[in-house]
């Protein structure tokens, strides 16, 4: 079988003229600034864009609606405590451009598919609730009671709660996220997929199984007296900026800082801090030490070989490299974890890794002689399919040298959305634990559904099989983001009523259910005016502080509801008398919500109070403190598979990554600038050897092809792209490719889809 997708479903495969130059070798500085200040003047009145760019992340101001990165504890700029992706996010979202119904009546469904990604995020802010009526063309206006009402029929009529799928993208503030999780649980389902099952899904099961917590163990201050940094799989020139900070005030305090990646990322090899005018004059911090150009998915040899080295090392010096009383008073599995090691060959661990066993030297000698590591990652390891692998592999390196549990050591996974994390903490789960579930019911008087409910891809799978069930989505672009595409799309048009809760239109709108309807939020930057008075959000970041959020923008239309007004709407219209919330005024006054927080999670102790502190407040982590009481008081060693990575002959690894113009499917613009790639996003980046087996020649046009379990799935028209990587690794930007990634490739453990691991065949189109 073989499957192109429709034409309502991608961006189009038009061209938009690109242009290459040499990828740069320095990040931010003086082209930063004048991108950021584009991005905010094209959006906003100067006015409007001071405003919310003097608050932003400020102690109690607006959170920055970017990444989870958290803001440094003692100084903050007053001119601007934000990067260039920063801004376009804000700009993104406080533009005072917005879409009328006017606008919808002119343009059809059909016609506003046929736009790119681009195109259609730059028209602006959804300015009031819309319905797409069965049968018609065009989205028409509904009034809000209306809205909940037509929701609340068609949930109550479900055959059963299991039939409704709960979507949450990880900006919703914990205030949202707790509203949205007890509804759903009232409701009685924990279909709760969210974006993290995409993203760092793979890192909380590992964290979990090893350490006893999914979160990071870090804080932004053990940077500062870390000995060594391992950024591995992991882009933050332009996914996480302001880590270049935390990375050149530690490299200035003497951390030497190791890069695993298999793209030369600009940020990572030079920094210039556009806030230090010494930087932007000057040559800016070189920041890598050490750079270990990976293979795809060639991580796990790379850390045996690493770690085989440093036994190597401890048993011809004994207690020279391993920390010794460390893995026998807090850890288990350390017998089982050598053997393994032993029975490897290093020169086949070397070859799998792509790497040479001198530089790898380089690396240990570097790992040998330190006592504080951190290692951080992103994507480039959880989305595989043995993403949970991978980072144990990284946990066991930190056990061996003692390295979690003490200052300037431990794990930093870096989230992605601003509160996915905090989103987890306040239930946004599929597989809720039953103390979790016993706290609720106790506080709200109702009984929970105990059975776990569906993940994104099993969601997918689900409402492909059974026809008539409801798809609602708190945030984010599920057709976009998810894998197999037109797979998706035949799910979501499966559904009777498909729901948005959504800031700007995007493809998730085009491709719908019988029924489709866009409930339009405030965002993090609008000002949130409810009964009780002016209200502020509280998130957690990266590094599990929790601190407010206070918007401060005249929001662009009146018909917008707050996320946790829109939960209570719902809740009101759906749930009528079952359970005890008090619905409107719970949306009245989210100390309300705070207080209700505060009954039912740990750590929340005095949450009214503690979260007015300008600072906010840190919550509890065993494993920051070296306890593992939460799996028996001993951190697991773990002896975990290598890949299989065989390629058939014409066959390629594909990666898919963002670029520096955009946030997840939200495309801020078309150039990739660190990665001298202009004005064009369908391009795939090439080895030159590869591009000459297979007579490719820059600029040429391919089809990318993916065979997976007999099915074939076509993603038309990329530029071929000449660029640093190994041999048989290509990369791609996200998502334009989610068409190639199969929904039953997933990670062992975690179900992430396989984003960063795609068998490829490259087919050379004649124009
Ligand atoms: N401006 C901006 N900021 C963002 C986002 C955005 O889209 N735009 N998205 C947010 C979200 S939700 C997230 S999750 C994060 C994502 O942050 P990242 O994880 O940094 O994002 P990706 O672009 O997916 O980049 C993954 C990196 O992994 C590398 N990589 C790919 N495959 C492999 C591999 O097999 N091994 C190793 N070692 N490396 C590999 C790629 O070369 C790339 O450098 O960023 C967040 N912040
Ligand atoms: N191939 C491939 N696929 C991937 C990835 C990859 O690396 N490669 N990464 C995965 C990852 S890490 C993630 S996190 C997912 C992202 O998946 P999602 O979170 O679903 O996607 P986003 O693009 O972040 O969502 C953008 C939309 O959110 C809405 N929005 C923005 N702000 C707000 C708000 O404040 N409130 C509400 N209600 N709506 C808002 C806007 O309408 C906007 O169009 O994608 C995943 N998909
Ligand atoms: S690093 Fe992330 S949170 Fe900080 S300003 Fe930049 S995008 Fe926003
Ligand atoms: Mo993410």
């Known amino acids: 079988m073989s499957k192109k997708p429709s034409d309502t479903e991608l961006t189009p495969e038009s061209f938009t003229g690109m242009t290459l130059t040499k990828p740069k070798h320095t990040a931010a500085g003086l082209p930063a600034v004048f991108s950021a200040v584009r991005h905010i003047m094209d959006e906003m009145d100067p006015l409007r864009a001071t405003k919310v760019m003097f608050e932003l992340n400020q102690m ?263 920390d010794k009383d460390f893995i026998e008073s807090k850890t288990e599995g350390f017998t089982a974890f050598i053997d393994d090691l032993e029975s490897k060959d290093l020169n086949e661990l070397c070859e799998a890794s792509g790497i040479a066993i001198l530089q790898i030297e380089e690396a240990v000698n570097i790992l040998a002689s330190s006592k504080k590591i951190i290692a951080c990652w992103a994507m480039g390891l ?79 799978k689900k409402m492909h099989e059974q026809q008539g069930m409801v798809f609602f989505a708190m945030g984010g672009n599920f057709l976009s983001a998810t894998p197999d595409t037109s797979y998706t799309a035949e799910a979501l048009r499966n559904c009777i009523l498909t729901v948005q809760v959504s800031t700007k239109l995007n493809r998730s709108h085009l491709v719908t259910g019988r029924r489709a309807i866009i409930l339009p939020s405030l965002g993090r930057s609008d000002v949130d005016m409810q009964a009780s008075g002016k209200q502020f959000v509280s998130v957690e970041n990266s590094m599990g502080v929790v601190h407010s959020s206070q918007g401060r923008l005249k929001p662009i239309s009146t018909h917008l509801l707050s996320e946790p007004a829109i939960v209570a709407g719902l809740a009101k219209a759906t749930l009528k008398d079952k359970g005890n919330v008090e619905w409107h005024q719970v949306a009245e006054n989210y100390d309300i919500i705070r207080n209700m927080i505060q009954a039912t999670i740990p750590g929340f102790e005095n949450y009214n109070e503690r979260v007015r502190d300008p600072q906010g407040f840190v919550l509890p982590n065993g494993a920051r403190n070296a306890d593992f009481s939460s799996i028996g008081g001993k951190a697991k060693f773990t002896v975990n598979e290598i890949p299989d990575n065989k390629l058939k002959q014409g066959e390629f690894h594909m990666t898919t990554v963002r670029t520096h113009d ?106």
């Open 60 to 322: 109690g101001g607006v959170d920055c609606p970017g990444c989870a990165w958290p803001d440094p504890k003692d100084h903050r700029s007053k001119l601007g405590e934000y990067c260039e992706n920063g801004a376009k996010a804000i700009a993104e979202e406080a533009t005072t451009k917005k879409l009328e119904p006017e606008f919808f009546a002119k343009n059809s469904v059909e016609e506003l598919a046929a736009q790119s990604d681009f195109w259609i995020g730059k028209r602006g802010r959804i300015a009031q609730p819309m319905i797409l009526d069965e049968g018609a063309t065009h989205y028409r206006p509904i009034h809000w009671q209306d809205a909940f009402e037509t929701i609340a029929k068609e949930l109550n009529a479900l055959p059963s709660p299991d039939h409704a799928v709960f979507y949450t993208s990880g900006r919703t503030s914990n205030e949202a996220a707790f509203l949205y999780q007890l509804f759903v649980r009232m409701y009685g389902t924990n279909n709760l997929p969210d974006c993290s099952n995409m993203c760092h899904e793979s890192s909380g099961v590992a964290l979990s199984e090893t350490v006893g917590i999914g979160k990071g163990s870090v804080t932004l201050e053990d940077f500062y007296e870390s000995e060594v940094v391992l950024v591995i799989g992991q882009n933050p020139g332009t996914n996480h900026p302001r880590m270049l900070n935390a990375l050149k005030r530690a490299n200035k305090n003497g951390a030497k800082i190791i890069t695993i990646n298999p793209l030369p990322e600009t940020g990572l090899i030079r920094f210039k801090d556009p806030q230090s005018v010494g930087d932007v004059l000057g040559e800016g911090t070189a920041l890598t030490d050490l750079f270990l150009q990976v293979r795809l998915n060639g991580d796990v040899p790379l850390m045996k070989a690493i770690l085989k080295l440093l036994w190597d090392k401890e048993k011809s010096e004994p207690q020279s490299v391993f």
């Open 382 to 460: 959880t989305q595989h399919k043995n993403g949970v692998g991978n980072i144990q592999e990284v946990v066991n390196l930190l056990l061996a040298k003692g390295s979690i549990g003490k200052p300037g050591a431990g794990t930093c996974p870096v989230r992605g959305h601003s509160n996915v994390q905090g989103d987890r903490t306040m239930g946004i789960w599929e597989k809720p634990k039953d103390s979790f579930l016993d706290a609720l019911e106790s506080s709200f008087n109702f009984k929970a559904p105990r059975h776990h409910g569906l993940d994104v891809v099993d969601s997918i």
């Open 662 to 767: 955009q946030f997840n499917t939200t495309i801020y613009g078309l150039n990739d600038r660190y990665r001298g790639i202009f004005n064009e996003r369908r391009v795939i980046l090439m080895n030159e050897e590869d591009m000459k087996d297979q007579t490719l020649e820059k600029g040429d046009v391919v089809d990318l092809w993916n065979e997976h379990n007999g099915i074939k799935r076509c993603a038309p028209r990329f530029l071929v792209v000449p660029y640093s990587v190994l041999q048989k690794c290509t990369v791609t930007y996200f998502p334009e490719t989610n068409v190639l990634v199969p929904i039953d490739s997933v990670a062992d453990k975690s179900n992430t889809p396989t984003s960063k691991l795609v068998k490829i065949t490259i087919k050379k189109v004649i124009v």
